[in-house]
């Protein structure tokens, strides 16, 4: 008698792989009144931009020892909080202006992809993911993400409470960050907010976090890759977002859009945004086959990736609206 083993083959877990760039630049994340000012106000964006790409694409080659570094750039439209013009209008405008100030723009992509695209519900399936980091010396008194739609990079100050008879009410205490270095910079995130209707809106920092994992290569749902760039093949652009892709290939010969790290070019208001994405980063537990893949063709190219996933996004700010 011979023993034998037999398995499904639809049983064996599957990661699937994404083609991977050096970096993925970020040439811009503007709102609805951005483009609402006219192409002007894009020409002064690019115009700023510019510089900052040029420096990003000279890091990234410095990075590679001098070889020609893997690198795609992307543009992300917010239709999510607010529907505006349509895309037959607003696209034409942001690839002229990008042009005229010698930028190119590989990837397109839409941020309502962020929060679902297709069937697949994005940001609830990051949201899955959240683990939150517990500061030290706390019990557990503090309700988790999931009940609050709130993330913290540390200890909340306690919530004043009527002492009991006789004795004396607590004193104050401040909040306190997690990983303080000498004093804390303490950050309360909010994820979503749901309306009287059980109506679900994430967060502008929540969608950034997923637009992060998305550039890194991170995002998986069973497996499967999430957001994956779509050939843009028509001579125009639609009139309705629902009619556009979620993430569009603009360039049939760009890099990759996903990439070991990422840079984003962004004017300093959104520099309290990205600090919330830091703290999601940090608290996410990432498909550890995506992360898996990563670490085995970065080690095979030679290409050194920070351990941690936070510490693979970085920025560019420059001061203007």
Not at 68 to 76: G, H, K, N
Not at 124 to 141: D, F, H, K
Not at 249 to 278: G, K, Q
Request: glycine content about 6%; overall charge negative.
């Amino acid at each position: 008698m011979t023993d034998a083993v037999f398995r499904e083959t639809a049983a064996e877990p599957r990661t699937q792989s994404v083609p991977l760039a050096h970096l993925s630049l970020e040439l811009g994340h503007l709102y609805m009144e951005d483009f609402e000012a006219g192409p002007e106000r894009l020409r002064r964006h690019f115009t700023e931009v510019r510089p900052w790409a040029d420096a990003a694409r000279t890091a990234a080659t410095a990075r590679a020892g001098g070889r020609r570094a893997r690198v795609s750039t992307c543009f992300l439209v917010d239709d999510y909080f607010t529907r505006f013009s349509t895309p037959a209008e607003v696209v034409p405008m942001l690839l002229a202006e990008a042009e005229r100030a010698g930028l190119s723009v590989d990837y397109l992509a839409r941020e309502s992809g962020c929060a679902t695209t297709g069937k697949v519900p994005v940001a609830e399936a990051v949201a899955g993911r959240i683990v939150e980091s517990p500061p030290p010396g706390s019990y557990g008194l503090r309700p988790p993400a999931a009940q609050t739609g709130w993330l913290a990079n540390g200890e909340r100050s306690p919530a004043a409470r009527a002492p009991q008879a006789m004795k004396r009410a607590a004193a104050w205490q401040p909040p306190r960050e997690t990983a303080a270095r000498r004093h804390s910079v303490f950050l309360d995130v909010e994820l979503w907010s749901d309306d009287a209707d059980g109506h679900r809106t994430w967060s502008c920092p929540f969608l950034a976090a997923v637009w992060q994992l998305a550039r890194l290569g991170l995002l998986r749902d069973e497996g499967e890759a999430v957001l994956v760039p779509q050939p843009h093949t028509a001579t125009g652009f639609p009139d309705s977002w629902d009619e556009l892709p979620s993430l569009l290939r603009l360039n049939a010969h760009a890099d990759p859009f996903a990439a070991y790290r990422t840079c984003s070019v962004l004017p300093t208001r959104f520099l309290p945004v990205e600090h919330a994405v830091r703290v999601i980063l940090d608290q996410i537990e990432v498909d550890p086959g995506a992360l898996e893949q990563v670490a085995e063709r970065s080690g095979r190219e030679r290409t050194a990736v920070p351990d941690s996933v936070a510490d693979r996004v970085s920025y560019v700010y420059y001061s203007g609206p």
